[in-house]
C-alpha cells in the first residue's frame, strides 16, 4: 500500500463511521484570494485563490475536526502562463489543529494556456501562523513606540500523484512592524520578507524564490500593499529586481444556525 492510498484509507475510514444520522457540528466555508501586479516583466498581472464549502462532521478527541467541502481553486495570470495557469473545482476530506491541516482532495483542473484537462488525487499540507514573540508589554523600535512586531507564516506542500506537477510547495515568511493606526482602524506597517514556489515536475515559469522589502496599509480581512522583491526564476535563469503590487483577502462564515 503506498502512500495515498494508506492516507486515504485512514481518513475515508473516519469519514464512514459518522452516524447515519448524525448532525454535522459546523457548515465551515471561506474565500481567500491574492491579486497582484509584477512589473518585472515574467509574471504581470495575477490572481490565485479558492473559495470553500465544507461540513464539518465531528472532531476526534473533540479537538480534531473532520470536515468534508467542495472548493473551486484557480491561479491565472496574464504573462508566461504556460505550466502556472491552472483554475478548476475540487472535492475533499481534511483534519485540522493549531491552524494547520492535512487533507486529500480530488482535482479536475484545466490547464488553460495548455488546452488541457485533468484530474487527479492530492494529498496536502497548509498552515498559516500569525503571532508576536517580540512587543512585550510596550513595543518599540529604538524607541519609537510602535504597534506590534507580527510574524506572518503561509506555507502549502502538496503530491498530485499525477506525475504532471508532483511534489510543491509555495510560501511566505514575513516579519513585520507596525507603526501606527490611520482612520479606520487601517495599520501601517513595513516587512521583510521572503517567497517561494517551487514543484517537482513542469517546473518552468513556475519555480520562484526570493526576498522583498515593503509597505502595507491593512484592516482585516484585506490587505494591501507595495513591496520591492529580488526574485529568482531558476528553470528560466533570469534573476529580477522590481516593484510588486499585492492585494489579499479572506473571509470566513459558518452556515450552520
Do not use: C
Amino acid at each position: 500500500m503506498n502512500f495515498r492510498q494508506g492516507f486515504t484509507l485512514v481518513l475515508l475510514s473516519a469519514a464512514v463511521n459518522i452516524p447515519a444520522m448524525a448532525m454535522p457540528e459546523a457548515l465551515p466555508g471561506s474565500i481567500w484570494l491574492s491579486g497582484s501586479r509584477d512589473l518585472n516583466g515574467i509574471e504581470g498581472y495575477g490572481t490565485m485563490g479558492h473559495i470553500t464549502q465544507g461540513i464539518q462532521w465531528f472532531s476526534i478527541a473533540g479537538e480534531v475536526p473532520v470536515t468534508t467541502y467542495g472548493a473551486y481553486n484557480w491561479r491565472i495570470r496574464d504573462k508566461n502562463r504556460t505550466y502556472f495557469d491552472a483554475h478548476g473545482p475540487s472535492a475533499g476530506l481534511e483534519i485540522s489543529k493549531f491552524s494547520m491541516q492535512l487533507g486529500v482532495a480530488y482535482n479536475w483542473l484545466e490547464y488553460s494556456a495548455l488546452n488541457l484537462k485533468t484530474k487527479s488525487f492530492e494529498a496536502y499540507f497548509t498552515t498559516y501562523q500569525s503571532f508576536d514573540f517580540i512587543s512585550g508589554d510596550n513595543p518599540n523600535f529604538l524607541g519609537i513606540p510602535v504597534h506590534g512586531f507580527p510574524t506572518t507564516l503561509w506555507m502549502r506542500i502538496s503530491n498530485d500523484f499525477q506525475k504532471f506537477e508532483g511534489v510543491g510547495t509555495m510560501g511566505f515568511i514575513n516579519q513585520g512592524i507596525d507603526w501606527f493606526k490611520l482612520p479606520g482602524s487601517i495599520i501601517f506597517r513595513t516587512l521583510a520578507a521572503y517567497h517561494w514556489r517551487f514543484r517537482s515536475l513542469n517546473r518552468h515559469f513556475y519555480s520562484m524564490h526570493g526576498p522583498g522589502v515593503g509597505i502595507e496599509l491593512s484592516r482585516s480581512p484585506i490587505t494591501f500593499g507595495a513591496e520591492y522583491a529580488w526574485m529568482k526564476y531558476p528553470e528560466m535563469q533570469k534573476d529580477t529586481k522590481d516593484f510588486r503590487l499585492y492585494l489579499t483577502a479572506y473571509f470566513d462564515w459558518d452556515l450552520k444556525p
